[in-house]
């Protein structure tokens, strides 16, 4: 008797309203190709939690950020841990998934990161420049974000916020990972324009760079994102480490490398869902 297809239930808004980006068509696209493998139904953020227990597997993908609904979202990761049920990504998450303190702890450990603080007795730790970037421990989407002069910084260091020096960089890059394994990078060549992005051909310093960042995140099932700038002294340094749901920016990719793409997904989900 054959086997059955693993059931998934992929949690997504497809009305999110991303700036320079559509979430919905990336979720429509990738959706269409795992149906292929899996029995799969759509649901909003808002209904993960009642309807998970029927799935093999839930697949956080493009929900948006968690900021305007915290209270279902903590609900859905209580009931997740409590029951057992496999949510990829995996909810150990260091990054993004729990916050940005972890730009501040990297930073203190001498991670190659953007010079982070958060308290005004650190101030003097951070390059001198005309601009810092200021944004919430607990902001994502560039919500929250402000760049500012530095006679501003004291009164903004209270604790709830990180500080940055605003990097003047040459371009931004993101190496995007399945599991632990690099699948592609893309980057922006106009830095006025972010989300315009082109395929790059990464160097093995540039994969080590980014594989460091994987590897402490010690996350083992998942897709996570790692978005770099390459800084005026030619070194790579770490913008955000995405492990809650990156947007994939498939748009970007050429079909070869995209059925690559989604070849890998439908392999970790396979061996995720059966597990």
Wanted: aromatic residues 10%; charged residues 30%.
């Amino acid at each position: 008797m054959p086997r059955p297809r693993p059931r998934i239930l992929y949690v997504t808004d497809l009305t999110y309203p991303a700036r320079g980006r559509r979430y919905c068509d990336e979720d429509i696209d990738l959706t269409s190709r795992l149906r292929e493998d899996f029995d799969l139904a759509l649901c909003h953020p808002l209904d993960a939690a009642a309807l998970m227990d029927g799935f093999d597997a839930v697949v956080v993908r493009n929900s948006g950020p968690v900021l305007g609904y915290q209270a279902e979202y903590d609900a859905f990761r209580e009931r997740a841990l409590r029951t057992g049920a496999r949510v990829y990504n995996q909810l150990s998450g260091r990054a993004d998934m729990a916050g940005k303190q972890y730009l501040l702890d990297l930073s203190a450990a001498g991670f190659p990161v953007i010079p982070t603080v958060d308290r005004v007795e650190d101030l003097d730790l951070l390059p001198r420049t005309d601009r810092y970037v200021v944004k919430p421990k607990l902001g994502a989407d560039s919500i929250g974000l402000e760049i500012v002069e530095a006679d501003r910084l004291p009164a903004l260091a209270d604790g709830s916020v990180l500080i940055q020096p605003c990097v003047d960089f040459s371009y931004e890059v993101s190496f995007y990972f399945v599991d632990h394994d690099f699948q592609y990078a893309l980057y922006a060549p106009d830095t006025e324009k972010r989300w315009q992005l082109e395929p790059y051909e990464p160097a093995p310093a540039d994969l080590e760079f980014a594989q460091r960042f994987i590897d402490w995140n010690g996350i083992d099932h998942g897709i996570q994102r790692v978005d770099a700038c390459r800084a005026p002294d030619g070194r790579l340094l770490l913008v955000e480490l995405e492990d809650l749901n990156p947007y994939l920016s498939l748009e970007a990719l050429d079909d070869t490398r995209r059925d690559a793409f989604v070849a890998a997904l439908k392999a970790a989900l396979h061996r995720f869902a059966r597990a």
